[in-house]
């Protein structure tokens, strides 16, 4: 089905398209339906808090194929309280669970490490599943560079 736009529509979808590139956090902004569906399933009707969980990521990757991200969660990792599981999110890949990582109490510590795919600049996101029931969650932007040489 053809879609046909007059000049005024035309100039309209190119200044949106500009403004995305411009403005900072509006690629990372937009995120997909596959994204709001898997965050939907991870957070399975709970509110999760904000803190006590951090993401390490670079702010600029210079290649969308290999970026190393690191999730630490503050949690004693004892038997009583500890991590479960921690989840990883992408708002713009083509699928958006990046990875899930189960942990017990003898993780000795809540922290994993990856390298992860990214398809476009967009922004990652965490959510980690205490004993209790609880979940933290996290977000950081990542901007992915055409070939390094800071196009996005």
Not at 29 to 42: N, Q
């Amino acid at each position: 089905m053809a879609v046909h736009l007059d000049r005024r529509q035309a100039v309209a979808a190119g200044l949106a398209v500009l403004a995305t590139g411009l403005v900072p956090g509006a690629i990372a902004a937009a995120a997909t339906p596959h994204y709001t569906e898997a965050l939907a399933r991870v957070l399975d009707g709970r509110a999760p808090v904000h803190g006590g969980i951090s993401i390490d990521a670079p702010e600029v990757a210079e290649d969308g194929n290999m970026v190393a991200v690191s999730i630490r969660v503050d949690s004693p990792m004892t038997e009583a309280d500890h991590v479960r599981r921690i989840a990883l999110l992408s708002t713009r890949n083509p699928v958006a669970e990046v990875a899930t990582f189960h942990l017990t109490p003898r993780s000795g510590e809540a922290f994993v490490s990856n390298r992860i795919r990214l398809s476009e600049s967009q922004d990652i996101v965490a959510v980690a599943e205490l004993a209790d029931g609880t979940l933290r969650q996290a977000r950081r932007e990542v901007r992915v560079t055409v070939g390094g040489c800071g196009a996005v």
